[in-house]
């Protein structure tokens, strides 16, 4: 009997944790229409504590849904512009001389804030590209020898136009690997799009979106998240899937030990927006594309044959063992 308050307040916090999520992935929906599936991953990615990257051609609604995810939690937001000439410190911040003090005082950047929008990431180059490295990892930026930590949560949600469009560069591989995830938003289906011309054509959705969530709701979820079960065999499992990765030949690179630690947490978020407090092989399926992909180097055969790096995961994933959960 001592049990049962236990087992209540773990199914009471479930509960909780997906109705709030329930209601930011609504919010977004409302401006962002026909994208289910893509505003889940988002939102997943959110509670994992990872970043986000958003990969398409112009016009599909990159920067409008990582402004919408911004709009619908009561937090600090920034946005980037990225572009050639940004430095550094245009990011993180400088250290300035205060004339009437005379001594320096630091100039915090937009990525002090819960949320940072980078607009057209690979627009910048590589240099000011890793000016984000340690923020993103280790949550704190480093400036003339000082260290600022980041406050929580702290979300990076880039988006990025194909590498083989104008004035483009390519992500360093560090950078990529920092990202928990990247997905596609697509072309909107027609009735989508015939909708999206009724209601943007009258005014902005984006301008009624009320935050539906607190920053102190959003730290609650990510605990609750990180409470959530994940068995031996699930865990060796997703080891599995990561390292064969790094044996297949179509692949130059495979994923990194931070692949399979990105990897497991959005597990748990994905199970938890799914009304579970533990983790099941199919967690690890449904992610094993957008979370690894991005951070594969096809061979230049796999080049050779147009084959690419989601292809590879999901043969690998029909390949690996799936370990037998009672």
């Known amino acids: 009997m001592a049990a049962t308050p236990d087992v209540t307040d773990a199914e009471t916090r479930l509960e909780t944790l997906v109705d709030t999520a329930d209601r930011i ?3 977004i929906e409302s401006v962002i229409e026909g994208k289910s599936d893509v505003i889940r991953l988002t939102v997943t990615v959110l509670l994992a504590e990872g970043h986000l990257l958003i990969e398409d051609v112009p016009g599909v609604g990159k920067t409008m849904l990582a ?4 709009r619908s939690i009561d937090c600090p937001v920034r946005r980037v512009q990225f572009t050639p000439d940004l430095l550094p410190s245009d990011i993180t911040g400088v250290s300035a001389y205060n004339q009437q003090t005379g001594e320096f005082e630091f100039k915090p950047g937009p990525v002090f804030a819960n949320i940072v929008v980078g607009d057209e990431i690979n627009r910048a180059s590589p240099k000011t590209q890793s000016a984000l490295l340690e923020c993103m990892e280790e949550r704190q930026v480093t400036v003339d020898g000082e260290t600022y930590r980041l406050e929580s949560p702290f979300m990076v949600i880039a988006t990025q136009n194909p590498i083989e469009m104008e004035g ?3 992500l360093p591989e560090a950078q990529r690997d920092r990202f928990t995830a990247k ?5 909107p289906e027609p009735a989508a799009e015939l909708e999206m011309l009724d209601v943007h054509g009258a005014s902005q959705p984006l301008d009624k979106l009320d935050p539906v969530a607190t920053t102190a709701e959003v730290r609650a979820l990510i605990e609750a998240i990180r409470a959530v079960y994940v068995s031996q065999p699930v865990k060796k499992y997703a080891i599995d899937v990561v390292a064969a ?3 297949s030949p ?3 690179l495979g994923a ?3 692949a399979t630690l990105h990897l497991v947490r959005s597990a748990r978020a994905h199970a938890a927006l799914s009304g579970r407090d533990y983790v099941i092989p199919d967690d690890l399926q449904d992610l094993a594309v957008p979370v690894l992909a991005h951070r594969l180097l096809p061979s230049m055969e796999a080049q050779g044959q147009h084959r690419r790096p989601e292809q ?3 043969e690998l994933i029909r390949r690996v063992p799936v370990p037998d959960i009672k």
Do not use: E, F, H, W
């Open 312 to 314: 590879v995961i999901d």
């Open 168 to 170: 483009t560069y390519a």
């Open 67 to 70: 402004k919408a995810l911004a």
């Open 250 to 252: 179509d692949l130059l």
């Open 256 to 258: 990194s030990p931070r």
């Open 25 to 27: 992935r609504n919010a």
């Open 183 to 187: 997905i596609a938003m697509g072309y």
């Open 245 to 247: 990765t790094r044996q």
